[in-house]
Antibody, heavy 118, light 111 residues
Framework: EVQLVQSGAEVKKPGEPLKISCKGS????????IGWVRQMPGKGLEWMGI????????RYSPSFQGQVTFSVDKSISTAYLQWSGLKASDTAMYYC???????????WGQGTLVTVSS | QSALTQPASVSGSPGQSITFSCAGT?????????VSWYQHHPGKAPKLMIY???NRPSGVSNRFSGSKSGNTASLTISGLRAEDEADYYC???????????FGGGTKLTVL
């Protein structure tokens, strides 16, 4: 079974760094892009961008370019989403998902809730 | 990149058929047959229901169907059931740098 399992919920203070993870299993991790999606409280889904585990190539959505960093560790089939300094406006649920070239996103991880509050 | 346009909410009674719309542009929905639909129950991971405009993944009920005309895609649910109550999002491949754009989502209420 193809599965993406994300790290647990985080509570952080503004300005703190954070790295959340997404571990893939049941498929060849290095041959599919991993996408990241944000859902702010009470809002819809927003596409953040993708990373290709095979060569760590990235494509950031313009709204998120420079705000977050995608990375991978192929040896443990894990993708990461990180912030160098969180803001209160980063409070959201973050999903990872396997991305296909036609824009199909499936399956999805269970989500990681990030809360940023002083 | 603007989001695709979806109505905020729709409602229907059990057994009815209901159609969701998803309006895009010639840079996304209109130019590519790469529209997907996702069902999202609060607190759960979104689930792919339709991809490439009208294809159903294995395991998805044939009560769900998709289509496209010009810059607008549609999702139809027939034989509405209580468990269909959820948020539904469309997405499309786009020629913009973002590669993917989502709609704002439609909340389905089953009366």
């Amino acid at each position: 079974e193809v599965q993406l399992v994300q790290s647990g919920a985080e509570v952080k203070k503004p300005g703190e760094p954070l790295k959340i993870s997404c571990k893939g299993s049941g498929y060849s991790f290095t041959t599919y892009w991993i996408g990241w999606v944000r859902q702010m409280p009470g809002k819809g889904l927003e596409w953040m961008g993708i990373i290709y585990p095979g060569d760590s190539g990235t494509r950031y959505s313009p709204s998120f370019q420079g705000q977050v960093t995608f990375s991978v560790d192929k040896s443990i089939s894990t993708a990461y989403l990180q912030w160098s300094g969180l803001k209160a406006s980063d409070t959201a649920m973050y999903y990872c998902a396997r991305y296909s070239s036609s824009g199909k996103v499936d399956p999805w991880g269970q989500g990681t809730l990030v809360t940023v509050s002083s | 990149q603007s989001a695709l346009t979806q109505p905020a909410s729709v409602s229907g009674s059990p057994g009815q058929s209901i159609t969701f719309s998803c309006a895009g542009t010639s840079s996304d929905v209109g130019d590519y047959n790469y529209v997907s639909w996702y069902q999202h129950h609060p607190g759960k991971a979104p689930k792919l229901m339709i991809y490439d405009v009208s294809n159903r993944p294995s395991g998805v009920s044939n009560r769900f169907s998709g289509s496209k005309s010009g810059n607008t895609a549609s999702l139809t649910i027939s034989g509405l059931r209580a468990e269909d109550e959820a948020d539904y999002y469309c997405s499309s491949y786009t020629s913009s740098r973002a590669l993917v754009v989502f709609g704002g989502g439609t909340k389905l209420t089953v009366l």
